[in-house]
């Protein structure tokens, strides 16, 4: 029993039973802060509102009193006006003079006129741009008033209607029994009339509304903007039999909370303590937050690094290294201690900042897109040479200030090798292009050096024979001798051509002539047309003479693939048409040289495809020979293209000028 009053006696008790009761406090004295500021804020929202609904009716009321009296005394003016129609005491030119002062004197009324008792208008004002006001009111709605009018001998509204220029009611005002069954009739604009007739005074802290009671046909007036929908009121307008809706919309909201400087104080001071509390919790919610977005970010920055397969690093602006990743590291053969905080000089893994390394930043720093990168040779730690490719952007804090660079490594070494396997591959693939060229060549080759060889023969038979028989006419016997060496010159050039058209050569690019290159192939393309019948036709023009920069035994096999290709084309057309066309013409850049057959042409579903790779419309074919000839275009900077026609085909080759 004692050791339960001592433990209750115990301060430090107590200040753990207090400590849950001051952490409430504040939130205690926020509630009743708020409680009290709310029933002050309820009490005189209350007051005011209810001030604000009795003037609003107040208002309302005075609108309609405003728009009856306007309307009772323009009604009498016209019931005069009638009356003076019907006695006939004024002339027609009287009666339009009266009509347009009216008009003009009532800004609400659109138009008014003079009827006889079919309706049909004899005199009438309209307002400027307004089009057949009457023709706009139904018919059965104007004769129907107008009988009622004429019964009761007084003046009648009619109900509203839809004109083209808004809502719209009619007054219609018979003339004396004297008259043959005249009325005056007058069109009221319900827009125009809560324009004209409404106070001025009013407008500008309502916005009116007038409809029938069917709420179809409506008008309204705000006069600076539209009513907020807080403080409205409507009440009934008569004209007449007619009864219309007067609406007011106060462009007032609901009650301020500043009503008086008591109020606005301990609003003040109460929104104030509230915001503070809420700030100081979102403050520490805020922080949190980041705080832990930050680990995430590094945590998620960190994995993408070390997964990455390309070295990235960051150096500030005096070149110190910041940071490197696991692919940098194994790249360049360090650790990245070794490598944090040193100058990348001092391991002579980045080139150095000569001028064209300088240039490349200096884009780097101004271009709007991601700029080349930046090929040279980089050495790992073991001293090594590789090939690497650096793409380099500058690093920014988060002012936008530059504080270093950051750099992506690519190691080229293996795209290197696979480039230079491609290049032999492509060169293999040339190489036996030729030889397959050759190879469809070869029963040509063995006709034209026939003939060569066997002039040789007899020339040499004639000239053994002249000599054993002891013949002394030495001249005869030079000639002889000297034809025989003509051909053997013939057939020696023919086998040369060959010999240099099938070798293996590494490509150049040199400076020459597309006549030289044409010239050079010209045995074996009128070889093959020979064997066709088929006519080839050169054209010489200075275009030709126009140095372009190439390799020429591989223009070579351009032209000849083209001019056999052109030469099959033709092999089914008739003998008059067999001719092969070779053009050149130069432009400001290039020249394009032209290949022209007149054969079967090339099918308009074929078109798409004549340049892909073991695509072939020959029935032995490989399908290899357009897509070797455009590749060697393009490595020579051209464009090979073909041009279809009724009558044949047309490749052009362009090329361009040498610098």
């Not at 001293?383 to 793409?391: C, D, N, V």
Request: proline share 4%.
């Amino acid at each position: 029993m004692v050791s339960s009053v001592a433990r209750a006696a115990n301060p430090h008790n107590l200040s753990a039973l207090g400590k849950p009761m001051r952490r409430a406090l504040p939130a205690v004295i926020a509630l009743l802060l708020a409680a009290a500021t709310g029933g002050l804020f309820a009490l005189s929202t209350t007051q005011e509102r209810n001030e604000a609904s009795e003037q609003v009716l107040s208002d309302t009321l005075l609108a309609r009193a405003s728009i009856r009296f306007q309307v009772a005394r323009e009604t009498e003016a016209l019931q005069k006006l009638a009356a003076d129609v019907g006695r006939g005491r004024l002339s027609n030119e009287a009666v339009q003079g009266q009509l347009q002062t009216f008009l003009r004197r009532a800004g609400q009324v659109e138009g008014l006129f003079v009827v006889d008792s079919d309706f049909r208008p004899r005199l009438w004002a309209q307002r400027p741009g307004s089009q057949d006001v009457l023709g706009q009111m139904p018919i059965e709605l104007l004769q129907s008033t107008a009988t009622k009018a004429r019964m009761q001998q007084r003046p009648v509204f009619t109900a509203a209607f839809q004109g083209l220029r808004g809502a719209s009611i009619g007054l219609i005002v018979p003339t004396p029994e004297a008259d043959s069954g005249k009325f005056l009739v007058a069109v009221y604009s319900l827009d125009r009339l809560l324009e004209e007739m409404v106070p001025w005074n009013l407008a500008q802290d309502y916005e009116f509304s007038l409809s029938d009671v069917t709420r179809t046909q409506n008008a309204r007036r705000a006069a600076l903007r539209p009513g907020r929908g807080v403080y409205t009121h409507q009440e009934p307008l008569e004209l007449g039999d007619t009864t219309l809706l007067l609406g007011a919309n106060s462009i007032k909201g609901a009650p301020g909370w500043i009503a008086n400087a008591l109020r606005a104080g301990v609003a003040t001071l109460a929104i104030l303590l509230l915001w503070s509390l809420w700030a100081l919790w979102r403050d520490h919610q805020h922080r949190a937050a980041a705080e832990r977005l930050a680990t995430e970010e590094a945590a998620f920055r960190k994995a993408m690094g070390d997964c990455s397969v390309i070295g990235l690093s960051a150096r500030d602006m005096e070149g110190r290294v910041t940071y490197v990743n696991p692919a940098f590291c194994r790249m360049m053969g360090y650790r990245d201690d070794e490598l944090l905080g040193r100058s990348p000089s001092e391991h002579g893994w980045l080139p150095p900042l000569d001028r064209t390394y300088r240039t490349h930043l200096g884009q780097s720093i101004h271009a709007g897109s991601r700029q080349p990168a930046f090929e040279t040779t980089l050495f790992r730690r073991d001293g090594q040479a590789f090939a690497a490719a650096i793409y380099d952007a500058p690093l920014l804090d988060s002012r936008g200030a530059q504080v270093g660079w950051t750099s992506s490594i690519v190691d080229l070494t293996q795209q290197k090798q696979i480039e230079e396997r491609e290049r032999v591959q492509q060169e293999r693939l040339q190489t036996a292009a030729r030889l397959t060229t050759m190879g469809e060549l070869t029963s040509s080759l063995a006709h034209e050096l026939n003939q060569p060889l066997g002039a040789i023969a007899s020339y040499l038979a004639g000239s053994l024979k002249m000599l054993r028989q002891g013949d002394d006419d030495r001249a005869e016997l030079i000639a002889t001798l000297a034809r025989a060496s003509e051909q053997t010159q013939r057939a020696g050039q023919v086998i040369r051509r060959v010999h240099e058209f099938v070798r293996k050569h590494k490509p150049s690019h040199v400076p020459v002539q597309l006549a030289h290159v044409v010239e050079a192939c010209r045995a074996l393309i009128e070889l093959q047309a020979r064997r066709e019948a088929v006519q080839v036709q050169i054209a010489s023009s200075s275009a030709l003479e126009t140095p372009i920069r190439g390799d020429p035994i591989l223009l070579q096999q351009v032209i000849l693939n083209l001019t056999r290709n052109a030469i099959d084309a033709m092999s089914q057309s008739a003998a008059e048409r067999r001719r092969l066309s070779i053009a050149a013409v130069a432009d400001l850049e290039g020249v394009t040289l032209t290949i022209r057959d007149f054969g079967s042409g090339i099918a308009a579903e074929d078109a798409e495809r004549m340049f892909l790779p073991f695509f072939t419309t020959k029935a032995e074919g490989m399908g290899m020979g357009l897509s070797i000839c455009r590749t060697i275009v393009q490595t020579h900077g051209g464009r090979l293209w073909f041009e279809r026609f009724a009558d044949g085909t047309a490749f052009n080759l362009w090329l361009a000028t040498a610098q």
